[in-house]
């Protein structure tokens, strides 16, 4: 259905739809906040796309590889990052729609990114693991394993 690729920003106070932001052709499958009155979604139509909030417009519109992205995440500094089946984290810049990094070292899908205090990011994993990364350069700090339930989730607490 149509109502499914509209993404839809609700005032929770007063109960009612404020906006609705159109263009994905396909179901949304995940949104994140990236800060300074911007949000990113990504759909099966194999597109991220950018948006002003107050406005509703669409400021950029990246086409990536649907079947292996997982999940978005907002990295903390206006980039935004896709969590895929394919073991990586790509990290994205929203202002030009480039792929700043790409994070290998997972050896299973990653499902769960979180941004540190210190602005490092955390990736949980079907591999069991849970790696620490420079989300300047990229590379593995650390590497935490135990978990026997598949690291799938992680926050920053």
């Known amino acids: 259905p149509a109502g499914h ?8 106070e007063m109960g009612h739809c404020n906006l609705t932001l159109t263009g994905h052709s396909g ?9 300074n009155g911007r949000m990113a979604s990504f759909s099966h139509d194999s597109t991220i796309k950018i948006w002003e909030i107050a406005t509703g417009l669409c400021n950029l519109t990246l086409t990536v590889q649907s079947e292996k992205i997982s999940s978005l995440s907002a ?6 990052a896709t969590l895929s089946d394919d073991n990586t984290i790509h990290i994205w810049n929203s202002g030009t729609g480039q792929c700043d990094l ?3 070292g997972h050896s299973k899908i990653v499902r769960s990114l979180c941004v540190f205090e ?13 790696k620490i990364w420079n ?17 799938s989730s992680i926050c920053n607490l």
Do not use: M
Request: aromatic content about 2%.
């Open 5 to 12: 690729a509209a993404i839809k920003i609700w005032n929770t």
């Open 27 to 35: 179901k949304v499958k995940s949104l994140c906040d990236l800060q």
């Open 75 to 80: 990295v903390g500094d206006g980039r935004v």
């Open 102 to 104: 790409t994070l290998t």
């Open 118 to 130: 210190d602005g490092r990011l955390g990736s949980g994993s079907g591999d069991k693991t849970i």
């Open 135 to 151: 989300k300047v350069t990229g590379q593995c700090e650390l590497t935490l394993t135990g978990h026997g339930g598949g690291g």
